[in-house]
């Protein structure tokens, strides 16, 4: 606890001596060294600068708490007194500076109220930079030292740290933007709070329209994104059972093709599928124009709209569901079947009455998934849409459109978070009660029966020819990216790539370069990050028993049920204005990506967790190790696969995100994803998927090499041992 | 090592969540350098107290002290007491010798000094030459020492064991728990140790807690819970026990009159009032005596028989109701319906209250 207050207090008191308080408008790099001069510059000051040269008072507490904090490290006194000191130090130091943060502004002070109290303002203040984001950061960790010596967190200063670190970022970067968002929402459109605004919004006919089923060209935009969704998760599911039943029982050998499929949706960004349905079935796809050239047909513009995205999500998600119900088929313990089997039950009664009703919560989970999926999506929609508006493109032209309207985007949002949260709490309480999925392999030593024949040949009919649509789809985009000008001339040409990938005279001159170079940066910055949290994460949540824990994992894993369109449009709220002026700049972006990746490391750092016997842990505290040894020592080694995966994951999910991020780029932080979308936008495909192919190859790449490295580690064998001694033990 | 210490609980409570209560007002207490032992069956709430010893759970009202000191509210870390694991939890990414290592190392000792005194602990379980194995490379009785080495190179003043020997099978566990008292002996460590099988407790133990249902149901040595149960479970859980309704009738000198049908017994009352009592009464203390033997005190038709080598195992049934007996396989083996006489003394039997803790 003292060594954790005194690094913490140590830190905090270097940030507020020396690294600059307020984000500058050159960025760090620009600072001027020479001969100390920075640390009395009026834009580059450390906060003792600020307080000393800039006479910014309000600043005492960046000072003042860290050196609190230092003396009653350094003091000699009772174990309590200095507990109470350091949760003294670092809560009032925190609190303080967020007040300060919130309450002056640009504008001087930010509420009537406070010029009264404390007179006028005549200086204003910017976001806060490396200096005023580090200091609070150590500061709240010398709260969680302080926490820990009042005995809080079992006394042990780390799993303190890692609670209060964790729960800071998420009320900053998840909490705070979706509570924000919630209050735009209720305010009309000048600005002013109004608690009619939202159902005035809501009530908008353009959200609940039902007119389509009386003939009318369309309906809301509610009942088109729950119709697409129910469609895409009931067509996801039973594309993905009949995969997953000719994978597992089929007796087919396509087990290791088809488990590769898998991973093509994970690597391709999500408009890829869009773009080659267009390429296919568009006004100049090769399917319309055979048939108007053979037929004299014309099939026109039907692609545009429900069909289109329809198909494309189809496509994008039936991998989801199938991964998801593999596990579920393989899960199902064979030896109820043969039990059933024994009873004189043929195939096919075994099928109906034990296989398909064990099935059924896994069934009802990957529909949810694909629900989820669908409404959260919002590259396919985008580029295939037309006039088929959906909630997630609705909030889009919100934003961007001629409309601009905040209030507007801030209420779909809602309605979008709501439908979205409904899913995942309906998903939750069905994965919670999978009693009767049989994992944990404990004797199981049964052989699963095959498929009835009628069943088997019904799999085959969906799933072979969709098989084929896929690779089709796949190898026609493509292409699309290598010939002239699709629909006209078929010619082959790498001109589309050497335009975006040019070298000329040592000059990246290329057009792609640039956001191809932001999007490998931000994306390898934040996997790191990514990993790092979603790991500590899943240790606290798994591994520690604290008060407020049920609460934080609630709101860690929230974020993975909200829709990256609505993260992005309170990310952009919230981070709009100082203290925390992130808008613009790449930090953004990173921490859009870590939080919203952070739900799935946080999951398989989890599930990993629970391969390793918690006894391990206890061992450790019991030889002396305190929670830190526990972690680096024991938990760290045995989860190597698992931190790898998460690495890249995190990677790969931050190079094919859209949804989120496209609200947050800017000319300078533009993404490769983003770069593809406007080319599809401006109709130039063939330099877009020259882009999307050059990002497919640098993904699998990093799988391979990651793949590669996990493998020559032989780490695996080694992390199955664990769970083979306590199952030959029990079996002795 | 001196540095043995007592392990005294004070009126301690476990409770998880609402309405589970794991511990019930406990206290006892493990005197400096003996070996004690949780005894009773799963769910009873033993390996809860063992935990609370270790710090891996905290009481949730009472007092634990470990030598005296009051260490409720203690990490781990922070107690002097090492703990095997009933399933090892040996670090599966570490060699033999790192896992021996393990506290020397988290507690910053410098590493030559480690690793001599892993080896050392590895010499005296028996495994020098081992060092470099991992875990998964060696038998359940080799991880087991490995375990115990591991606890023991911290030097604790107590040495817990949870069930230590459950995953192994019957005859490398009566080999194991002779080290484990033996070594325990010489080294004149306090251990507590938590089994739920009475053979191993009765073998090794200077003193049993038997727990029923979150409470001590009796402490003793092995020979008091043997051979004066306080109840009906103590009596059926530690060995086993025949159950006879007798009526009571207290005579001089703390001594009683025991009528059970025709038999009549003199044992001490143990407090009990006149009337309704039971007898608790061990297999092997009674003996298989011709129908017409003078000294029989019940009289009975044979319903089960059974050889098993060195016992013979007879079900009677009497006028009180079916008694087992376990006597030695001399003379031949009693058939089906024959008419037997049982003959049995003070020696293995004992009084219980009546109808009460059925």
């Given at each position: 606890m003292r060594a954790a207050g005194l690094w913490s207090s140590l830190l905090a008191l270097a940030a507020a001596l020396l690294l600059p308080w307020y984000l500058t408008q050159d960025g760090i790099a620009q600072m001027p060294v020479a001969g100390l001069a920075w640390l009395s510059d009026p834009d580059y000051a450390p906060a003792a600068g600020q307080v000393f040269t800039q006479g910014r008072w309000w600043l005492w507490p960046a000072l003042l708490a860290p050196g609190l904090g230092l003396l009653a490290a350094l003091l000699p006194m009772p174990r309590a007194g200095r507990a109470w000191l350091f949760l003294l130090a670092g809560g009032l130091g925190l609190g303080l500076l967020v007040v300060q943060g919130y309450a002056i502004g640009v504008q001087g002070w930010s509420a009537p109220w406070l010029e009264g109290l404390f007179g006028p303002m005549e200086d204003r203040q910017f976001g806060v930079g490396w200096g005023g984001a580090l200091v609070p950061?150590?500061?709240?960790?010398?709260?969680?030292?302080?926490?820990?010596?009042?005995?809080?967190?079992?006394?042990?200063?780390?799993?303190?740290?890692?609670?209060?670190?964790?729960?800071?970022?998420?009320?900053?970067?998840?909490?705070?933007?979706?509570?924000?968002?919630?209050?735009?929402?209720?305010?009309?459109?000048?600005?002013?709070?109004?608690?009619?605004?939202?159902?005035?919004?809501?009530?908008?006919?353009?959200?609940?329209?039902?007119?389509?089923?009386?003939?009318?060209?369309?309906?809301?935009?509610?009942?088109?994104?729950?119709?697409?969704?129910?469609?895409?998760?009931?067509?996801?599911?039973?594309?993905?059972?009949?995969?997953?039943?000719?994978?597992?029982?089929?007796?087919?050998?396509?087990?290791?093709?088809?488990r590769w499929l898998t991973v093509l949706p994970i690597v391709t960004p999500p408009f890829i599928l869009g773009l080659g349905l267009i390429l296919i079935f568009g006004r100049s796809g090769i399917v319309s124009l055979a048939a108007s050239s053979l037929f004299g047909i014309e099939l026109g513009r039907w692609i545009y709209g429900l069909p289109g995205v329809l198909l494309a999500q189809l496509f994008a998600f039936t991998p989801i569901a199938f991964l998801v119900l593999i596990g579920v088929v393989e899960g199902l313990s064979p030896t109820l079947e043969e039990a059933s089997s024994t009873l004189r039950a043929t195939p096919r009664d075994t099928f109906q009455t034990v296989t398909l009703p064990l099935l059924l919560p896994g069934l009802a989970n990957a529909f949810l998934l694909g629900f989820v999926e669908s409404m959260a999506d919002f590259g396919n929609p985008v580029v295939l849409g037309g006039q088929f508006g959906v909630l997630a493109t609705e909030i889009f032209f919100a934003v961007v459109g001629a409309q601009a309207d905040a209030g507007r985007a801030a209420t779909l949002s809602l309605v979008l978070l709501a439908m979205a949260l409904g899913a995942f709490f309906l998903q939750n309480r069905l994965t919670a009660r999978k009693s009767y999925v049989s994992i944990g392999g404990k004797g199981d030593a049964g052989l699963a029966p095959p498929l009835p024949a009628g069943v088997r040949r019904l799999c085959l009919m969906v799933a072979l020819p969709w098989a084929c649509l896929t690779i089709a789809l796949y190898v026609l985009a493509i292409?699309?990216?290598?010939?002239?000008?699709?629909?006209?001339?078929?010619?082959?040409?790498?001109?589309?790539?050497?335009?975006?990938?040019?070298?000329?005279?040592?000059?990246?001159?290329?057009?792609?370069?640039?956001?191809?170079?932001?999007?490998?940066?931000?994306?390898?910055?934040?996997?790191?990050?990514?990993?790092?949290?979603?790991?500590?994460?899943?240790?606290?949540?798994?591994?520690?028993?604290?008060?407020?824990?049920?609460?934080?994992?609630?709101?860690?894993?929230?974020?993975?049920?909200?829709?990256?369109?609505?993260?992005?449009?309170?990310?952009?709220?919230?981070?709009?204005?100082?203290?925390?002026?992130?808008?613009?700049?790449?930090?953004?972006?990173?921490?859009?990506?870590?939080?919203?990746?952070?739900?799935?490391?946080?999951?398989?750092?989890?599930?990993?967790?629970?391969?390793?016997?918690?006894?391990?842990?206890?061992?450790?505290?019991?030889?002396?190790?305190?929670?830190?040894?526990?972690?680096?020592?024991?938990?760290?080694?045995?989860?190597?696969?698992?931190?790898?995966?998460?690495?890249?994951?995190?990677?790969?999910?931050?190079?094919?995100?859209?949804?989120?991020?496209?609200?947050?780029?800017?000319?300078?932080?533009?993404?490769?994803?983003?770069?593809?979308?406007?080319?599809?936008?401006?109709?130039?495909?063939?330099?877009?998927?020259?882009?999307?192919?050059?990002?497919?190859?640098?993904?699998?790449?990093?799988?391979?090499?990651?793949?590669?490295?996990?493998?020559?580690?032989?780490?695996?064998?080694?992390?199955?041992?664990?769970?083979?001694?306590?199952?030959?033990g029990a079996v002795a | 090592m001196s540095r043995a210490a007592e392990v005294r609980f004070d009126h301690v409570w476990k409770r998880f969540g609402a309405g589970s209560t794991a511990v019930r007002d406990v206290s006892f207490t493990v005197p400096a350098g003996t070996l004690c032992t949780l005894l009773g069956p799963s769910g009873c709430g033993k390996t809860t107290t063992l935990r609370m010893i270790a710090g891996l759970e905290y009481p949730s009202e009472g007092r634990v002290l470990i030598g005296g000191r009051d260490v409720s509210a203690l990490p781990p870390a922070e107690r002097d007491v090492s703990m095997v694991f009933q399933s090892y939890a040996l670090f599966p990414h570490m060699t033999v010798l790192e896992n021996v290592c393990y506290g020397l190392t988290v507690s910053r000792r410098p590493k030559r000094e480690a690793a001599e005194a892993g080896?050392?602990?590895?010499?005296?379980?028996?495994?020098?030459?081992?060092?470099?194995?991992?875990?998964?490379?060696?038998?359940?009785?080799?991880?087991?020492?490995?375990?115990?080495?591991?606890?023991?190179?911290?030097?604790?003043?107590?040495l817990l064991f949870d069930e230590p020997l459950s995953n192994l099978d019957a005859r490398l566990r009566r080999k194991m728990r002779e080290e484990i008292r033996e070594l325990q002996q010489r080294l004149g460590v306090t251990v507590v140790y938590v089994t739920h099988d009475q053979a191993e407790a009765l073998a090794i133990s200077d003193k049993i807690i038997v727990m029923n249902q979150a409470v001590i149901a009796q402490e003793g040595t092995p020979q008091d819970l043997y051979e004066s149960?306080?109840?009906?479970?103590?009596?059926?859980?530690?060995?086993?026990?025949?159950?006879?309704?007798?009526?009571?009738?207290?005579?001089?000198?703390?001594?009683?009159?025991?009528?059970?049908?025709?038999?009549?017994?003199?044992?001490?009352?143990?407090?009990?009032?006149?009337?309704?009592?039971?007898?608790?009464?061990?297999?092997?203390?009674?003996?298989?005596?011709?129908?017409?033997?003078?000294?029989?005190?019940?009289?009975?038709?044979?319903?089960?028989?059974?050889?098993?080598?060195?016992?013979?195992?007879?079900?009677?049934?009497?006028?009180?109701?079916?008694?087992?007996?376990?006597?030695?396989?001399?003379?031949?083996?009693?058939?089906?319906?024959?008419?037997?006489?049982?003959?049995?003394?003070?020696?293995?039997?004992?009084?219980?209250?009546?109808?009460?803790?059925?």
């Open positions: 950061a150590a500061l709240a960790a010398l709260l969680a030292a302080g926490l820990a010596g009042r005995g809080a967190f079992r006394g042990d200063a780390f799993t303190a740290t890692v609670a209060v670190c964790i729960a800071l970022a998420i009320a900053v970067f998840t909490a705070l933007p979706l509570i924000l968002l919630l209050g735009d929402a209720f305010r009309d459109a000048g600005g002013a709070v109004a608690a009619g605004a939202l159902f005035g919004r809501l009530a908008d006919d353009r959200l609940w329209s039902l007119a389509c089923l009386a003939g009318a060209p369309r309906c809301g935009v509610v009942w088109n994104t729950a119709f697409l969704g129910v469609l895409v998760g009931a067509g996801t599911t039973a594309l993905g059972l009949a995969f997953a039943l000719l994978v597992v029982r089929g007796r087919l050998r396509l087990g290791r093709p088809l292409s699309g990216g290598f010939v002239e000008v699709w629909g006209r001339d078929y010619t082959p040409t790498l001109r589309h790539m050497i335009k975006a990938f040019e070298i000329s005279g040592g000059q990246l001159t290329g057009l792609a370069w640039n956001s191809v170079i932001t999007t490998v940066t931000l994306a390898a910055i934040s996997a790191p990050i990514t990993a790092a949290l979603g790991i500590a994460a899943a240790w606290l949540f798994s591994r520690t028993r604290f008060a407020g824990k049920g609460v934080l994992e609630f709101a860690t894993m929230l974020s993975f049920a909200v829709p990256g369109t609505v993260i992005g449009v309170a990310y952009l709220r919230a981070f709009n204005l100082p203290p925390l002026e992130l808008a613009g700049t790449g930090a953004i972006i990173v921490a859009c990506f870590v939080f919203r990746n952070l739900p799935v490391g946080l999951r398989s750092g989890m599930a990993a967790m629970a391969q390793i016997d918690p006894s391990l842990d206890e061992a450790s505290h019991t030889l002396g190790g305190g929670g830190g040894d526990a972690f680096r020592r024991v938990v760290l080694p045995l989860l190597r696969p698992a931190i790898m995966a998460g690495l890249v994951y995190a990677f790969v999910r931050a190079m094919t995100t859209i949804s989120a991020v496209i609200f947050l780029v800017t000319a300078d932080t533009e993404l490769a994803t983003v770069f593809i979308v406007n080319r599809v936008i401006n109709g130039d495909y063939g330099l877009a998927i020259a882009v999307a192919v050059v990002l497919i190859a640098l993904m699998l790449v990093m799988l391979g090499l990651a793949q590669l490295l996990v493998g020559r580690r032989r780490i695996g064998r080694r992390l199955a041992v664990a769970p083979a001694i306590q199952q030959g | 080896r050392a602990a590895l010499e005296s379980v028996g495994l020098a030459g081992f060092e470099a194995r991992l875990p998964s490379e060696l038998s359940g009785g080799q991880q087991q020492r490995v375990a115990v080495a591991r606890a023991l190179v911290l030097e604790p003043s107590v149960p306080v109840s009906a479970f103590v009596a059926g859980f530690v060995g086993e026990a025949n159950r006879i309704p007798v009526t009571l009738r207290r005579l001089d000198g703390g001594m009683a009159e025991v009528t059970a049908g025709d038999a009549r017994l003199v044992l001490p009352h143990r407090g009990l009032p006149d009337g309704a009592a039971e007898l608790a009464l061990r297999p092997e203390a009674i003996a298989l005596l011709g129908a017409s033997d003078p000294a029989a005190m019940l009289r009975g038709k044979v319903l089960k028989a059974a050889y098993l080598g060195g016992v013979r195992e007879i079900t009677v049934g009497t006028p009180v109701g079916e008694v087992f007996v376990v006597s030695p396989s001399t003379g031949g083996m009693p058939a089906q319906g024959d008419d037997v006489g049982l003959g049995f003394g003070r020696h293995g039997a004992a009084l219980l209250p009546g109808g009460a803790g059925a």
